[in-house]
């Protein structure tokens, strides 16, 4: 699986957006970029995923270089409630029952809000 | 809320007891997935069922025993475990093949604590 690089942490203050980093230089053509995070004693959870065009839904959006080798995970508001570990993935979506297309978590970036 | 429950929430089990973890869902997701998370580290995938066989073992030693009964539940069988097996043990639950915008979205249930003394 392609590996995703993330900063170990950042910090925020409450109700301002964050931009969160993730390079990918080996990204293949198969794979699809998805963000997942992990708030304290919790299990993980989806955040958003694309592959080429930035992508919005209701918890935060997806800009994605247009070669493709580098995202950013935008909230645009951030919450205390925000305060989590945010995985940066990528996953390519190819016949189940191998390797490929099986979430394979990176080391994540730690985000603190500040009230 | 999360729709993959998951019991115990807690465990605490000695090097020779005989636990298992269980596992549910009742999105009709087809896959189903073990992961394991040790303190401040990111969830390693242990073990995949596709369409209730196991498609995946990621090298896990054989005192995790996975079953997968049916299309709803999947279980951890821990015998002869070690204190270095004490983690965070999450499940996890996915459709097959492509879905909206060619994504596939693994929901996690809250996982279960096992402690090993």
């Known amino acids: 699986d392609a590996k995703t690089t993330q900063p170990n942490s950042m910090e925020s203050n409450e109700e301002e957006p964050v931009h969160l980093p993730c390079n990918h230089s080996?990204?293949?053509?198969?794979?699809?970029i998805h963000w997942y995070r992990q708030l304290p004693s919790q299990g993980p959870e989806y955040v958003i995923h694309g592959l080429t065009s930035n992508v919005n839904n209701r918890m935060a959006s997806l800009a994605i270089a247009e070669d493709r080798k580098s995202s950013t995970l935008i909230l645009h508001r951030a919450t205390l409630r925000d305060a989590a570990v945010y995985y940066c993935?990528?996953?390519?979506?190819?016949?189940?029952?191998?390797?490929?297309?099986?979430?394979?978590f990176g080391k994540g970036t730690k985000l603190s809000v500040k009230p | 809320d999360t729709e993959v429950t998951q019991t115990p929430k807690h465990l605490v089990m000695g090097m020779t007891n005989k636990k298992s973890l269980k596992c549910e869902q009742h999105?009709?997701?087809?896959?189903m997935y073990w992961y394991k998370q040790k303190a401040k580290k990111p969830p390693e995938l242990m073990f995949v069922?596709?369409?209730?066989?196991?498609?995946i073992n990621e090298s896990v030693p054989s005192r995790f025993s996975p079953e997968c009964p049916n299309s709803s539940l999947l279980n951890l069988h821990l015998h002869a475990l070690q204190p270095e097996d004490s983690a965070l043990y999450l499940c996890a639950s996915s459709r097959i093949g492509r879905g909206p915008r060619g994504g596939n979205t693994i929901y996690f249930g809250e996982g279960s604590w096992l402690t090993v003394v």
């Open positions: 080996t990204i293949s053509g198969t794979d699809y």
């Open positions: 993935i990528l996953r390519a979506i190819m016949n189940y029952g191998g390797s490929q297309g099986n979430l394979i």
């Open positions: 999105m009709g997701h087809r896959a």
């Open positions: 069922y596709s369409y209730e066989k196991l498609s």
